[in-house]
Each structure stands twice: as C-alpha cells, then as structure tokens.
C-alpha cells in the first residue's frame, strides 16, 4: 500500500497543509525544529490513533487550537482508501475510514501498515521489556485483527484479575474463571509471536550482518516464566507447539505461581511480562554492545518486522525513518539504504542525504511550512 495525499491542519507547528506523494521515496528536509518529525508522526497517528513519541495527543495539536485534524490517502493498489482523523483535547479522538466512524482505533492498523525508524529506537535494545513487546505486538497488531482481539481480551483480563487480587477478601471461583479466560487469549498471544519469532529470525541475522558488515551470530530468544523450569531457568520455547498445548503450558504456571501473586496482589506470568533476549555471539545486546551495534541490533530488528507483515499480508508496509542516517557512520548509512524494502519510504534529515539514496521528491520544511523542491 502507498500513501497518495495527506492534509494537516494545526498539528504541532504545522498550521496547514496538503501534499501528495508518489510510490517512491520522499524526503523530507530542514533544519532542526522544523516540523519534519510532526510530518512521519500524522501519517503514523493515521495508523495508530496515537503518537510514536509516546506522548499523548494533546501534545500533538498545534499551541493554543482546540483540535489538530489529519486526512490522509492511501491505495492498497487496488482501491483508494481515505482516513480522517479529528484530535481533540477533551474527549476521545473521532476517527472515520471511508466515511465511515471507526468503532475502535485499534482497528486502523490493519488499515494503514507503517514500519517506523526513529533514533529513539535504541531504547528497544537498551530500554525495559516493554518497549521489546511493544514492537513484536506492533506488528502482529497490523496482521490480523484476529490478534488484534485476542490481545485486547488478554488486557482487559489482565485488568480484571489484578484488581481481583487486590480485594480484601478474593472470591476464588472468579479467580479461576479469570485464569482460564488469560490462559484462552494469552495462549494466542503467545502462539502468534513464537509464529513471528520464527518467520523473522533469518532477517534478523541477515539484515544485522549485512549493516554492520561483520559475520556474527544474532540471537533472538522468547523469554517467559511459562517456559522457565522449576528451578527458575528460562528453557527456550518449542515455536511450533499448538495453541492448545501453550493454553495448557500456561494455565499450569498460574497455578504454579498462584500463591506468589496472591502475595505481591497482581499476576506475575504471562504474556505481559515476557520478553525478546537478543545477542550478538552470544554477548547480551542491552548490556554487552557497542551503541552502534545496538543501533544496528534495532535497525535489524524492525527490519525484520516488516519482514513480518509483508510475509503475512502480501502488503509492504510504508517505511517512515526519522532522522535515522544521522547516527551511523557511512558504511553502515549505505548499508542501511541497501538493504530498505521496495516499499513508498518517508525520511527526513537536517543535514544531507545519503548519497546512494534515491529519491524521487524533496520537500523543504521551514518553520510548520512544506514546500516541494523537486
Ligand atoms: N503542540 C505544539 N504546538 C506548536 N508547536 C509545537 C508543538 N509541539 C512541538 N512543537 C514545535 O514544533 C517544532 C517542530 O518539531 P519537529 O519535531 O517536527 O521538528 P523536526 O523538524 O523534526 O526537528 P529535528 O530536526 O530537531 O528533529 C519544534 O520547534 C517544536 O518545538
Ligand atoms: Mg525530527
């Protein structure tokens, strides 16, 4: 799918305005301050209903306007597609694909597929477990809405029994009610990442050695108190078990660790909790790596997420890399550039292009305004 136009009005610095893009690549260019960022984070938030910079929306509308509105359009090569997006500062954002008021915003990601790059991204690597499940869920989300319920089933459970756990006096009959359904949409959680864990472990390894030049060994494990064994040691997972077997896996370990979580009152395993171990020659990535080995570790990685989606759904996700040949050196620059997908592709720099980049259109972007230079 490509992006054909996006329109802004009062979103960040950018007062107004309407572009339209071709398939290939665009940049988009200026100094620091400028509204580059803003511009990749409209389009994101057209996929997302949120920003990438984890803030909250009311950051995104322009100072002192009382909603920020973001249209874009898009063809998955066969049909034309539209979103319009209306932030407010109260209330919820009101969000309509084709005309038609979307129900629920989780439901835009298998509409608009983006893989985002942003130096921030080191923070996958070197940051908290969070930020690891966040882009593994990410790419699963633009999959399937299948996955997309499943998880949102996990959530609101994960909810319920951890405010249950919390009750004076526990009502354990719900308590096991509560388990089982965990163990129903958890074990689909977890069935859908091992499938992911294993599609993009090739990619992983040839992305990473192909940017940083060099022949080592990239590790990814899926680490999970459901695989550990009794004495507290994290076995790698058998990728290919059913969902029956995981949903079986899983409900033992709750029990397992029952009066654990009845003790510290909230739910100590499961799929929110687990996390992505990676490793360069099996040195640990977050604590045993150079920062541009861990910048490459990430670039790698969401490289192989859009691998991912694009094995999954037939569709080439639309590349948004923010700022990202600013921190590489310039072997790793061109590496990078040659190893992007075929996919329409959205950078934005302050300073000069790659020089084996090729782009089809330029824009400058001065204080909140867009000019096409090319
Ligand atoms: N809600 C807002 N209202 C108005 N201006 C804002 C708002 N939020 C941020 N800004 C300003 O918008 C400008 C553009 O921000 P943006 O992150 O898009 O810049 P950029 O061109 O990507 O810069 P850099 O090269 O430094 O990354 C900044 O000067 C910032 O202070
Ligand atoms: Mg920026």
């Not at 973001?70 to 407010?88: F, K, M, S, Y």
């Not at 690597?125 to 996955?147: C, M, N, T, V």
């Not at 192989?304 to 590489?328: I, K, Q, R």
């Amino acid at each position: 799918m490509y992006i054909t136009s996006l329109s802004l009005e009062d979103v960040r610095i950018i007062k107004s305005c309407d572009l339209s893009f071709d398939q290939g690549v665009t940049a988009f260019v200026g100094d620091n301050g400028q509204g580059k960022t803003s511009l990749l984070e409209a389009m994101f938030w057209t996929s997302h209903a949120k920003s990438f910079r984890h803030v909250s929306n009311d950051d995104v509308i322009r100072k002192d306007c009382d909603f920020a509105k973001i249209e874009l359009h898009l063809t998955d090569g066969q049909r034309p597609q539209d979103i319009v997006a209306t932030i407010n500062r109260v209330g919820r954002a009101g969000v309509f694909v084709n005309g038609q008021r979307l129900k629920r915003n989780r439901d835009l990601a298998t509409t608009l597929r983006v893989s985002v790059f942003t130096p921030d991204d080191l923070e996958i690597i070197k940051g908290s477990s969070s930020f690891r499940r966040e882009i593994l869920d990410d790419a699963l989300h633009q999959i399937s809405p299948k996955y997309v319920a499943a998880y949102s089933d996990y959530q609101r459970t994960l909810k319920q029994k951890n405010a249950l756990l919390k009750d004076q006096h526990i009502d354990f009959s719900v308590l096991d009610v509560l388990n089982t359904s965990l163990a129903v949409s958890g074990s689909q959680v977890l069935k859908s990442r091992l499938n992911a864990l294993s599609t993009m472990r090739e990619t992983l390894q040839s992305s990473y050695r192909h940017i940083a030049d060099d022949e080592p060994m990239v590790g990814m494990r899926y680490i999970s108190k459901i695989f550990g064994n009794d004495h507290g040691e994290d076995i790698d997972p058998d990728e290919d078990q059913n969902v029956e077997a995981l949903q079986e896996l899983f409900l033992e370990k709750i029990n397992y660790y029952k009066d654990i979580e009845l003790r510290r009152a909230h739910s100590v395993v499961g799929p929110h909790r687990d996390d992505l171990f990676l490793s360069i020659d099996d040195r640990d990535t977050r604590t045993q790596a150079s920062q541009g080995e861990q910048r490459t570790m990430a670039l790698a990685l969401k490289m192989a997420l859009h691998y991912v989606v694009h094995n999954a759904t037939g569709d080439n996700p639309v590349l948004l890399l923010d700022d990202v040949f600013s921190e590489l050196d310039l072997g790793r620059t061109h590496r990078l550039v040659e190893s992007l997908p075929s996919a329409q592709t959205f950078v934005t720099t302050a300073t000069e292009l790659p020089s084996t980049l090729k782009v089809d259109k330029i824009f400058q972007v001065k204080n909140g305004e867009i000019s096409s230079s090319s």
